[in-house]
């Protein structure tokens, strides 16, 4: 969507390579360049991952107890998906702000 409104081109950015890229971030901005963004990335990848990792296994078994089954150890592939997906949509729901704030740091 950025690169269709054109911001593209407001960051004159002409390096050929990452390398490149990096050298002139460097010399322009300097470390501080090279850290812009990080404290909302960290932010985003903590709440995402904390939150997809801390309710897998409550909504594994609650799905394991719906379908009638005992809190084992091993559970239906089916359910094992389909709590990873609730998880997964749960977290990204949860994420999004800081990804948005991460996006415009960075930018």
């Known amino acids: 969507r950025m690169q269709l ?3 593209a081109q407001l960051t004159s950015c002409d390096a050929q390579t990452v390398l490149a890229a990096g050298q002139k971030l460097w010399r322009h ?21 904390g939150v997809r990792m801390g309710l897998y296994e ?5 799905l ?25 949509a749960i977290g990204s729901l949860l994420a999004n702000p800081f990804d948005l704030l991460k996006v415009r740091m960075q930018g």
Not at 65 to 87: H, M, N, Q, V
């Open 58 to 62: 409550p909504i594994r078994e609650m």
């Open 64 to 88: 394991v107890s719906c379908k009638g089954g005992s809190k084992e150890k091993t559970s239906p592939l089916l359910i094992k998906i389909a709590a990873g997906a609730f998880t997964g």
């Open 5 to 7: 409104a054109g911001v």
């Open 29 to 49: 901005e300097g470390l501080r360049g090279l850290y812009r963004g990080l404290q909302p990335s960290v932010l985003r990848e903590l709440s995402y991952s």
